[in-house]
């Protein structure tokens, strides 16, 4: 999905080339785990002329090391779209960086991570930088993608302090005709319905969880997982549901849709807002190029 321009679905981003194995003068793969405030980026990808937080990042990396650096993602998300579980890699030069690590042999990752903190903008960060296997992919090799959905549809629900990352809805919602409709959309199915379509790609996606929760403060959120998402994706599914549970369409109706193989102009998108990307899983090290190797294939079909 996980967030292509102008949508809520995880695109995960452009291949690239294995990094060579750590040795003096050869490459090192460093993963970064990023979070960011999505509201004033026009998403994650550089675009020419708009703040996105690619670029952000890229040139804090340019500024520290002192050369350009590449970064390829988890999961491209949209404008607006927050992330608290972004995942990145990038490939460093072992040596002759302007960060001397301890070792003399590898990136410091430590120090890295620190000066990228102190340079980056009060809405995005870096929670930490380490050297990864070569096999490592941030697009490729992740097992699943998390996404959570936040709507308040109760007038105290949602304060000011929340107004950047929860969406309002002006009706009452029912969280189990939620839950009701979006038990059959679970499994492998063709969401184009809920999509929009890219030249060449697949649609076609494992959607492992689809959960509404109601918490304490009475706050809805929609907890989404699968192995990657297609374009809008998830705010269309978020959307349809909304569309149930506050009456307008019965449980069965989102289902319907997926026979159609093709956008449905009666799903309306939710905000983009609300959406947060939450996480990434990967495989044990020994399992990643395996793993990129399944997904190249599948997404290529």
Known sequence: MLEPVNGSSVDTGNADEPAAPIVDGGLVRVRLDIGYDGTDFS??????????????????????????????????????????GQVAHADLPSTGLMLEPASGSSVDTAELGHRLRRLLPPDV??????????????????????YEYRVADRPLASGPLRRR???????PLDERLMAQAAAPLLGEHDFAAFCRRRQG???VRELQRLDWRRDPDGMLACLVSADAFCHNMVRGLVGALI????GRCPPAWPATLLAARQRSSKVTVAPAHGLTLVGVDYPPDEELAARATVTRAVRGS
Do not use: I, K
């Open 243 to 246: 569309a149930v549970g506050d």
């Open 165 to 171: 990352d929860t969406a309002s809805w002006h009706r």
């Open 43 to 84: 998403g994650w990808a550089r675009q020419p002329g708009r703040r996105t937080v690619q670029q952000v990042l890229e040139a804090a990396l340019e500024t520290v090391l002192r050369q350009r650096v590449a970064l390829t993602v988890a999961g491209r998300t949209d404008a607006g779209v927050h992330a608290t």
């Open 125 to 146: 960060t870096v929670y930490g930088v380490r050297a990864v296997p070569a096999a490592f992919d941030a697009r490729f090799a992740a097992l699943r993608r998390h």
């Open 201 to 203: 790609a697949t649609t």
